[in-house]
């Protein structure tokens, strides 16, 4: 008897059976309803509708790799850049590559390069801290990056003084935290919208109403944002306490803080360097990546130089390393952001442009894991309105929620969407007479959720 098909079909029933389980194949926001990005142009605060395909098109895997297959525009709209950057999130090719069995590099820890790191799980590019902006002791001036000249080295070079694009480039972020390099829309740090956080360091969000690929809720775990190219994933800030899913939920907080300095002469490890530009106004605290060191911490919600930690996750509850997109207590982004400033794992990842073994594809509707958004609340508000109601959801939306806007006698007057990957809509209300009127929330048909709005004329 020849056994060789049975060890087949056996061996692809289990690797089919893995794929049903495993978060890095199951997670992603994929497009299966034909969703196209948008995007705003400064100066004009109505969207314009892309040509382009958001979100995630295709993921197919083989025992070792996940093949995330992308635009890298998101569902979101996005821009404008206020900076000046003529660049427009465009589509791109290829694939992000990410190992479906990570594993804590044990020898010296890879440093995060410039580009892509890893993917959040609507497709969009994870970069580091850096913006490809660095002192150069040579001229005391800056180099790389658009209007200075090139570094020594070119621009993949690891200078003593790296500029942080977080604290130097966020009049160049739109809603979302995010912008596009030659046209590869990117985030540097946590992707929910400025006008969520609790102090608003950004004014974008009054002038181009958007959000971001979800919103903070301080109550809950929060979602699987994504995943580095060391395969481990990316939550955002707020986790159980302790690594074995004890403790309660809170902020997990960075191990890093700023140096007590007024000059920049040596490294955060003490050692000599080239000299930086003197801490001044035009140069203050924080705005180069050495300007950080790690002090670390006792306390189970500090993290590691990674940026990490083992946890029990939602996804992960036997276990797993875990980065986080770090907050301070106001929301606003922390160093290092996600990762960095070196891998935990093995960064064996990356983006391809083609797949060069025999892969399955993931179809999520037939998939026997329940997909769907889980634990979902909404903000409605003005409440009272008047013109309009914006309805935002707390967390991250899987699957497209419908939104009705009833009258009491149970006839539907409005309705709009809010896509997978998206936050927040709006119900123009300027038509309505003065009343109490009903928002329910429907996600593939079935009711979740509903609140009472007055409006009034």
């Known amino acids: 008897m020849n056994k060789l098909p049975l060890f087949i079909g056996l061996f692809g029933f289990c690797l089919q059976l893995s794929a049903q389980t495993n978060p890095a194949i199951t997670s992603w926001l994929i497009n299966t309803t034909g969703i196209m990005?948008?995007?705003?142009?400064?100066?004009?605060?109505?969207?314009?509708?892309?040509?382009?395909?958001?979100?995630?098109?295709?993921?197919?895997?083989?025992?070792?790799?996940?093949?995330?297959g992308a635009t890298g525009v998101p569902s979101y709209i996005t821009g404008p850049f206020q900076d000046g950057n003529p660049s427009l999130a465009s589509e791109q090719s290829g694939f992000h590559k990410i190992p479906l069995h990570p594993a804590q590099n044990t020898g010296t820890p890879t440093v995060t390069n410039p580009g892509n790191i890893g993917t959040f799980i609507n497709g969009v590019a994870l970069f580091d801290y850096r913006d490809g902006v660095a002192w150069n002791p040579n001229t005391n001036a800056l180099c790389g990056g658009p209007g200075n000249p090139p570094c020594p080295g070119g621009p993949m070079a690891q200078m003593d003084w790296n500029r942080d694009a977080i604290r130097a480039e966020r009049q160049g972020f739109d809603c979302a935290k995010a912008h596009p390099a030659m046209g590869n829309y990117h985030h540097h740090q946590n992707p929910s919208a400025f006008d969520l956080d609790k102090v608003v360091i950004s004014n974008v969000c009054d002038l181009y109403p958007s959000d971001g690929l979800y919103a903070i809720n301080e109550t809950q775990h929060s979602p699987l944002l994504g995943?580095?190219?060391?395969?481990?994933?990316?939550?955002?800030?707020?986790?159980?306490?302790?690594?074995?899913?004890?403790?309660?939920?809170?902020?997990?907080?960075?191990?890093?803080?700023?140096?007590?300095?007024?000059?920049?002469?040596?490294?955060?490890?003490?050692?000599d360097v080239p000299d930086g530009p003197p801490v001044s106004a035009t140069y203050p605290l924080g705005y180069f990546r050495e300007d950080y060191e790690y002090a670390g911490g006792t306390e189970p919600d500090i993290l590691d130089e990674h940026n990490g930690r083992f946890c029990v996750t939602p996804e992960y509850p036997d276990g797993i390393y875990c980065y986080f997109a770090t907050v301070d207590?106001?929301?606003?982004?922390?160093?290092?952001?996600?990762?960095?400033?070196?891998?935990?794992?093995?960064?064996?990842?990356?983006?391809?442009?083609t797949i060069n073994?025999?892969?399955?594809?993931?179809?999520?509707?037939t998939a026997t894991l329940e997909v769907g958004s889980k634990s979902l609340h909404t903000t409605l508000f003005?409440?009272?309105?008047?013109?309009?109601?914006?309805?935002?959801?707390?967390?991250?939306?899987?699957?497209?929620?419908?939104l009705r806007l009833i009258d009491t006698n149970g006839k539907i007057l409005k309705q709009t969407t809010i896509k997978p990957g998206s936050t927040i809509s709006y119900l123009d209300t300027r038509t309505l007479y003065g009343g109490t009127y009903l928002v329910s929330y429907f996600i593939n048909g079935k009711l979740v959720g509903s609140d009472k709005v007055v409006v009034l004329k």
């Not at 990316?234 to 007590?260: C, E, P």
């Not at 929301?331 to 990842?349: D, E, H, K, L, R």
């Open 37 to 68: 990005g948008q995007h705003y142009l400064q100066g004009n605060s109505t969207p314009i509708q892309d040509n382009v395909l958001a979100n995630v098109q295709s993921v197919q895997y083989s025992a070792n790799w996940v093949y995330v």
């Open 227 to 271: 995943f580095a190219y060391d395969g481990f994933p990316i939550y955002g800030a707020y986790a159980f306490k302790n690594t074995d899913g004890t403790g309660g939920i809170v902020r997990m907080k960075t191990g890093y803080q700023l140096r007590n300095i007024t000059l920049r002469t040596d490294s955060p490890t003490g050692v």
């Open 329 to 353: 207590e106001n929301w606003n982004s922390a160093y290092p952001y996600v990762i960095g400033p070196a891998f935990y794992g093995v960064a064996t990842g990356s983006k391809v442009q």
């Open 357 to 365: 073994e025999t892969v399955t594809t993931y179809n999520p509707v």
């Open 382 to 402: 003005p409440n009272p309105a008047s013109d309009f109601i914006a309805i935002q959801v707390q967390g991250l939306l899987q699957e497209e929620m419908e």
